[in-house]
C-alpha cells in the first residue's frame, strides 16, 4: 500500500489493483477512511470530524493528480507523491 501524502498526521494511501470506484484510504491515530475521488464524498470512515474535513478539503485540492495516481495503481505501478496540505 503506497504512501501518497502525510499530513496533520493523517497518512494517504492506495492499493496496487484496488477496486472501483476510483478511491484512496485515509488513516489517522489508528482510525481509517475510504474516500471516492471522483466526488470527495465518504465510502466508508472513522476518523474524527476534524481530520475528515482536512481530508476531503486536500481532495478537493488534488483531484487530477488522485485520479492520475489511481490509474497508475490499477496497473500496479508506483504512485506519485502529491502535496501535503499545508
Known amino acids: ?8 498526521g493523517i497518512k494517504i ?13 485515509a488513516e489517522y491515530a489508528g ?4 474516500i471516492s475521488i471522483l466526488d470527495a464524498t465518504v465510502i466508508k470512515s472513522a476518523l474524527p470530524k476534524r481530520q475528515l474535513k482536512l481530508v476531503l478539503a486536500w481532495t478537493e485540492l488534488h483531484k487530477d493528480e488522485l485520479m492520475q495516481n489511481w ?9 506519485l507523491e502529491i502535496r501535503p496540505l499545508a
Open 1 to 8: 500500500m503506497p504512501t501518497v501524502s502525510l499530513f496533520h
Open 13 to 25: 494511501y492506495m492499493y496496487f489493483d484496488d477496486h472501483n470506484p476510483p478511491h484512496f484510504h
Open 31 to 34: 482510525n481509517r477512511a475510504v
Open 71 to 79: 490509474e497508475l495503481v490499477k496497473e500496479s505501478n508506483k504512485p
